[in-house]
């Protein structure tokens, strides 16, 4: 029985922008999906009909595949809808167990497909979150190839180069405020502010910016300035107006004792992430306030298939 799991993520810089080309910064965490598939002699998930499933994510999946019924079951360890990469984890686990069928799953063709999944689901998507899934470690997204590339993504005439970096010693707290949003929801709010006004295309400009700097940052091992870009970072993402209550409860009480915080992903909700060299008590004032904070550890793996 094809077995798969994938992790979450987060961005740590420039989420939205990489939408439309410009770099972005993410790094896989240690909370992960997993997928278990067998053939069958109906489409079933969790044991109950795949009819019955309402995630487009999976029915985007079993639309394309061509390789018969299958019975799959989900555990999922990402919380869905909190920016922290639900939908990518199970799109590329997922599509790991099912290729896992057929031909030793590679790597690369995943992430493509599940780019793809994303692409079509959401109307419009960069492949940050689905490649960060499928490779583990940190990933740096750029228009032009650099050291460590991994491979290219094209969408409509526009270009993503997905690299693996190093990274230094880090602790992150991730707080999901509990509030969901919808990707695309929150995509299609940036595409009208960026299609409508010089001003926010002027912003997708400044993170592209700040995640230039915010690698040259995590090469120094800087961390205060990758701190101070983080707040710059969650400055232009307000501007956008990806920021709502719910994010900034969060980042309030914690804001003065970390090195930096933003949210993380598509906004709206979802989570924030805080870089911090007192993580306990980071989470523990979060947690004291009723919130939901976990300590979060790189993934180093990627896509497991057994
Ligand atoms: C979502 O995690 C990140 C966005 O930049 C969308 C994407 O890159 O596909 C908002």
Not at 50 to 55: A, L, T
Not at 89 to 113: D, H, K, Q
Not at 199 to 221: P, Q, S, Y
Not at 255 to 271: C, I, P
């Amino acid at each position: 029985m094809p077995t798969a799991s994938a992790p979450g993520k987060f961005i740590l810089f420039g989420e939205h922008a990489v939408v439309y080309g410009k770099p972005a910064i993410a790094l896989a965490i240690d909370l992960r999906t997993e997928v278990k598939a067998e053939r069958s002699s109906s489409f079933k998930l969790d044991g109950k009909p795949m009819r019955e499933n309402r995630s487009f994510y999976i029915r985007e999946i079993i639309r394309r595949w061509k390789g018969g019924p299958v019975s799959m079951e989900i555990k999922a360890g990402v919380p869905p809808s909190s920016g922290l990469g639900s939908s990518a984890a199970l799109t590329v686990s997922m599509l790991g167990a099912l290729r896992s069928f057929n031909y030793p799953a590679e790597r690369e063709s995943i992430a493509r497909e599940a780019f793809d999944v994303e692409y079509t689901v959401q109307g419009g998507a960069s492949p940050t979150d689905t490649s960060t899934s499928t490779l583990g470690g940190a990933v740096y997204i750029s228009e032009k190839k650099e050291s460590n590339f991994r491979w290219e993504m094209c969408k409509n005439r526009r270009f993503w180069n997905v690299h693996s970096i190093d990274i230094p010693d880090m602790s992150f707290v991730v707080g999901v405020t509990g509030a969901h949003s919808s990707t695309k929801d929150m995509v299609d709010r940036v595409r009208r502010v960026v299609s409508r006004s010089p001003f926010g295309k002027d912003v997708i400009e400044d993170i592209g910016r700040i995640v230039v700097e915010g690698k040259r940052a995590l090469e120094n091992g800087d961390l205060v300035r990758i701190g101070e870009l983080m707040k710059e970072n969650h400055e232009l993402l307000s501007l956008l107006g990806v920021s709502c209550e719910d994010i900034e409860r969060l980042i309030r009480p914690i804001k003065d004792m970390v090195y930096g915080a933003k949210l993380t992903g598509a906004g709206g909700g979802g989570s924030v992430i805080a870089l911090t060299d007192k993580p306990e008590k980071v989470r523990e004032i979060l947690e004291d306030r009723g919130e939901c904070a976990y300590i979060v550890n790189i993934d180093k793996d990627g896509l497991i298939i057994k």
